[in-house]
């Protein structure tokens, strides 16, 4: 099959197009034709090696040569044991280990897949898992945002900023969004009541406050958050540098016995239940996946390029097949 594999963390020209041999279920396991994949802060965190724990399985070189978590396709073998999926099944979802999606083919036991909606193409399916699960958590489930309430997002033009927004929006609270100047219009398409840029404006120093922070993009001292968040507010941090993720882990439960401030990473498991339900919501046209572009295969490390430039509003999905 075909495969985009890197050896060694870099740029998006270190990837290639490569034959590499399909992989063969074992007993537990299905093997998935990829039909659309698509691209994610972890497969770019990945490819770089950056934060320092996305080099958990590989100091010097990558652990695993193929990126990609999100994809959709149909089941084309199953292993004896696997009794949740048939063969010519459409599914989609995430694969463990944030790995393995830029490929023809993959293996997996299953249990981050659903089976895709049939209103749902392949691209729009493979578009949603990663960035719509942390979403979901990050407003709904553990943000439990509620009317009247005031929400930023950071990073919100994203891939999973563009759920959050709506999500939040579909709340009732009343939405900041944080972006580059690129993706100002873009962010107020999807329901933003207020947008910053970046580049002009620190909304740490606006002397603005929020009862939800949700950061996608963390980079700042756990200081300067502080003073944009309300007291019983709640701060969310998806990723970050290693230093900013040391100081939540060791100042966080200082900061909320202190100033009744609640500042932590946003922990958000793989599961099938988070897909379901947010996909749900896909569907009934609550909420939408925004595809910004789709790219063949063979063009994937544009892709890539495409996205750690910054332009990207939302996702940008890889046809595979």
Do not use: W
């Not at 930023?152 to 927004?165: C, Y």
């Not at 569907?283 to 939408?288: L, P």
């Not at 996946?289 to 495409?306: E, K, M, N, V």
């Amino acid at each position: 099959m075909k495969a985009v594999v890197y050896t060694d963390y870099g740029s998006p020209d270190v990837l290639r197009l490569e034959e590499v041999a399909t992989p063969v279920p074992t007993d537990e396991q299905l093997l998935i034709k990829i039909h659309a994949a698509s691209i994610n802060g972890s497969d770019r965190e990945g490819l770089i090696g950056k934060p320092l724990y996305a080099r958990m399985r590989g100091l010097r070189k990558p652990g695993f040569p193929i990126l990609g978590s999100d994809i959709a396709g149909r089941v084309e073998a199953v292993g004896k044991n696997n009794t949740e999926f048939k063969v010519g099944d459409e599914v989609f979802g995430e694969l463990p280990g944030y790995q393995g999606g830029f490929a023809e083919y993959a293996c997996t036991r299953g249990k981050t897949l659903a089976i895709k909606p049939a209103r749902l193409t392949f691209e729009q399916a493979a578009a949603i898992p990663q960035g719509g699960v942390i979403a979901l958590q990050g407003i709904r489930e553990q943000g439990q945002v509620h009317p009247g309430q005031s929400v930023l997002i950071n990073g919100a033009g994203g891939s999973t900023g563009t759920f959050a927004i709506q999500l939040a929006k579909l709340y009732g609270a009343e939405v900041t969004g944080v972006d580059n100047s690129f993706k100002q219009d873009f962010m107020r398409s999807l329901g933003a009541d207020h947008v910053i840029d970046y580049t002009r404006e620190n909304f740490t120093r606006n002397g603005k406050q929020y009862d939800l922070i949700l950061d996608l993009v963390a980079h700042r001292s756990i200081f300067a958050y502080s003073q944009a968040l309300r007291p019983g507010g709640t701060c969310f941090f998806v990723g970050g540098s290693a230093a900013v993720i040391f100081q939540i882990l060791l100042l966080g439960p200082l900061f909320k016995r202190i100033a009744g401030k609640n500042m932590r990473m946003l922990v958000v498991p793989q599961n099938r239940k988070d897909l379901i339900a947010i996909t749900e919501l896909c569907v009934s046209g609550k909420i939408r996946p925004h595809i910004d572009r789709q790219f063949p295969f063979s063009q994937t490390p544009d892709a890539f390029r495409y996205v750690v430039e910054g332009q990207s509003k939302g996702k940008v999905v890889i046809v595979v097949q």
